[in-house]
T-cell receptor, first 112, second 114 residues
Framework: KAGVTQTPRYLIKTRGQQVTLSCSPISGHRSVSWYQQTPGQGLQFLFEYFSETQRNKGNFPGRFSGRQFSNSRSEMNVSTLELGDSALYLC???????????FGQGTRLTVV | AQSVTQPDIHITVSEGASLELRCNYSYGATPYLFWYVQSPGQGLQLLLKYFSGDTLVQGIKGFEAEFKRSQSSFNLRKPSVHWSDAAEYFCAENYGGATNKLIFGTGTLLAVQP
């Protein structure tokens, strides 16, 4: 079966701009989580959506937001980009709660 | 706060040698634990998981891990390392409750010498 698909794979944005990243989970998976990975902070949880509802949120500013659609596809948005937002953003999907997470290949965001 | 500790930031082993990567978790009487591997610029691939039952779990690529409640540990092992095992390894724990939120360790970067 198809894995988790993230688009785009690479993005270069300018400070102050906004960006939207997309994630298509494995078919049938209703839980989608987002993580930010940086060399300094490691892997940090952003938020989780389950059946279109945000179920958990990490400790990130309000500039980071997300949503999930009825087909379980998810998007995350970062507004007013800062240089420190440069990171690998990973999406993961799971079938049920407390289940293994399947990760996409990530979107590499560079803010200049 | 809930945390996962991987004490070794970087490990180098010779090809064919055995490997043990350490992981300590901090939360829960019944932790849900995972080991993931990441190649450069790629996503994370699940190696194995522990939810309950047998404390020695087998995973893909010849990896195994042992859950020890008394030591709050979930160490990853492989009897004979291959050059293709060079990657970064992450231990993670489920946050608990009805969620798939994972708390990750800082990772261990494995280098394999020929």
């Amino acid at each position: 079966k198809a894995g988790v698909t993230q688009t785009p794979r690479y993005l270069i944005k300018t400070r102050g701009q906004q960006v939207t990243l997309s994630c298509s989970p494995i078919s049938g998976h209703r839980s989608v989580s987002w993580y930010q990975q940086t060399p300094g902070q490691g892997l940090q949880f952003l938020f989780e959506y389950f059946s279109e509802t945000q179920r958990n949120k990490g400790n990130f500013p309000g500039r980071f937001s997300g949503r999930q659609f009825s087909n379980s596809r998810s998007e995350m948005n970062v507004s007013t980009l800062e240089l420190g937002d440069s990171a690998l953003y990973l999406c993961a999907s799971s079938l049920v709660s407390r289940d293994e997470a399947f990760f996409g290949q990530g979107t590499r965001l560079t803010v200049v | 706060a809930q945390s996962v500790t991987q004490p070794d930031i970087h490990i180098t082993v010779s090809e064919g040698a055995s490997l043990e990567l350490r992981c300590n978790y901090s939360y829960g009487a019944t932790p849900y634990l995972f080991w993931y591997v990441q190649s450069p610029g790629q996503g994370l691939q699940l190696l194995l998981k522990y939810f309950s039952g047998d404390t020695l779990v087998q995973g893909i690529k010849g990896f195994e891990a042992e859950f020890k409640r008394s030591q709050s540990s979930f160490n990853l092992r492989k009897p004979s390392v291959h050059w293709s095992d060079a990657a970064e390894y992450f231990c993670a724990e489920n946050y608990g409750g009805a969620t798939n939120k994972l708390i990750f360790g800082t990772g261990t970067l494995l280098a394999v010498q020929p």
